[in-house]
């Protein structure tokens, strides 16, 4: 019977694989886990508040953060809904943000992009985080004037921290037709948030 042994990843021969930077973290409880993926969403959605600063967090793309958010959007934007309606609300943003995400980078693709997918899904859940602080706000204020100033401040604020980060897609003069989708995605987001 042949035994099997040694590291994951590692060369067999017992080199070192330079491209492999990462720790490994099969051995850690879940609470740091956990709180060091915490602290890499705060950190992201951190830097979609404040593009400016062009870190590179968003570079290192991960999933949960825009899993979290979309539930966050999606829970406040049911519970605004009529009872019989909830669940439909909760699936139509579920998909919208999701789907939407994959048609707006596949766009980008489809224009000679040089885009990692995952990382631009990545990019396009966080910048959602705008919609999310605004929806909750709406959630306690029934003033729609007031409500359609924060929609429209989020929606800005997320377009904009969008187009910032995905200006690395090297698309020249064709950067309007990749600009337009992410406008329209997160205008009908901004609309749902209003209406509900």
């Known amino acids: 019977m042949p035994s099997v042994s040694g590291n994951i990843g590692s060369d067999p021969n017992g080199q070192a694989n330079p491209r492999r ?5 099969l051995d850690e409880p879940i609470s740091v886990t956990l709180m060091r993926d915490l602290g890499n969403i705060q950190k992201k959605c951190k830097q979609v508040l404040l ?14 953060g825009p899993l979290l958010l979309c539930l966050v959007l999606a829970i406040m934007l049911s519970l605004r ?6 669940a439909s609300v909760f699936t139509g ?3 919208i943000i999701w789907f939407g995400a994959a048609v707006v980078t596949l766009n980008a693709k489809l224009l000679g992009g040089k ?9 396009l859940g966080y910048c959602v ?3 999310d602080i605004a929806a909750i706000l709406s959630y306690f204020i029934g003033w729609i004037l007031i409500r359609l100033v924060f929609v429209v401040v989020a929606f800005c604020w997320s ?6 980060f995905l200006s690395d897609v090297h698309l020249n003069n064709r950067r309007t037709l990749a600009v337009y ?3 329209l995605f997160y205008f009908v987001i901004s609309w749902m948030i209003l209406i509900s």
């Open 93 to 95: 943003i579920f998909v």
């Open 181 to 183: 989708p992410i406008f």
């Open 51 to 64: 593009p400016k600063g062009r870190e590179n967090a968003l570079k290192e793309w991960d999933l949960w």
């Open 129 to 131: 985080f705008p919609l």
């Open 21 to 25: 930077t990462f720790e490994d973290t």
């Open 115 to 123: 885009v990692s997918f995952f990382q631009s899904v990545c990019v």
């Open 159 to 164: 377009t904009y921290a969008s187009v910032g």
């Open 81 to 86: 809904a009529p009872k019989d309606q909830s």
